[in-house]
């Protein structure tokens, strides 16, 4: 008796932790995430009469319609913030975005940008005319420190 109940104990433990297994296609019944690319390009001396080229790719292909694409534009001194607005397609994976601006400092760009899921939002920074000073010193403050010590996280 005392045998019959260790068989069937041990069956049933077997059962159990089998049922408990992971599958083996367990990984693709989640979301797989496409990731997402912007290269964003600025004109050399940024005037506003060019525009601002935005290209996407997702999964290493050109983004040619996707869900939203908009910039946002805003100077390092707080004096101006111009919000989201669309981006125009431009066709083959390429948007484009226009805007005048007549003073000079460190302005930055923001990219936002969605698709099949994906979400990005990189901002990168840009100079309309002279630098002051505090510009310059704004654009140091945010270079990556040339040691290669990363130990140190703020």
Same mark, same amino acid.
């Given at each position: 008796?005392?045998?019959?109940?260790?068989?069937? &104990?041990?069956?049933?433990?077997?059962?159990?932790?089998?049922?408990?297994?992971?599958?083996?296609?367990?990984?693709?019944?989640?979301? @797989? =995430?496409?990731?997402?690319?912007?290269?964003? &390009?600025?004109?050399?001396?940024?005037?506003?009469?060019?525009?601002?080229?935005?290209?996407?790719?997702?999964? =290493?292909?050109?983004?040619?319609?996707?869900?939203?694409?908009?910039?946002?534009?805003?100077?390092?001194?707080?004096?101006?913030?111009?919000?989201?607005? =669309?981006?125009?397609?431009?066709?083959?994976?390429?948007?484009?975005?226009?805007?005048?601006?007549?003073?000079?400092?460190?302005?930055?760009?923001?990219?936002?940008?969605? %698709? %099949?899921? &994906?979400?990005?939002?990189?901002?990168?920074?840009?100079?309309?005319?002279?630098?002051?000073?505090?510009?310059? =010193?704004?654009? %140091?403050? @945010?270079?990556?420190?040339?040691?290669?010590?990363? &130990?140190?996280?703020?």
């Amino acid at each position: 008796m005392k045998t019959t109940v260790k068989t069937i &104990s041990i069956l049933f433990l077997c059962t159990l932790l089998g049922a408990c297994a992971p599958k083996e296609d367990a990984a693709e019944l989640y979301h @797989q =995430e496409s990731p997402l690319q912007a290269d964003i &390009s600025l004109p050399k001396n940024f005037s506003g009469n060019e525009p601002i080229k935005v290209e996407l790719t997702q999964n =290493e292909k050109k983004v040619a319609d996707a869900d939203f694409v908009h910039v946002e534009i805003w100077k390092n001194d707080g004096t101006f913030h111009d919000g989201m607005e =669309e981006a125009e397609n431009a066709g083959d994976g390429e948007y484009t975005y226009k805007k005048k601006l007549t003073e000079d400092g460190l302005y930055y760009i923001k990219v936002h940008a969605g %698709n %099949n899921g &994906s979400t990005i939002m990189p901002t990168l920074p840009f100079a309309v005319g002279e630098l002051s000073k505090a510009d310059v =010193e704004a654009l %140091n403050d @945010q270079a990556p420190a040339e040691s290669g010590d990363h &130990s140190q996280h703020h």
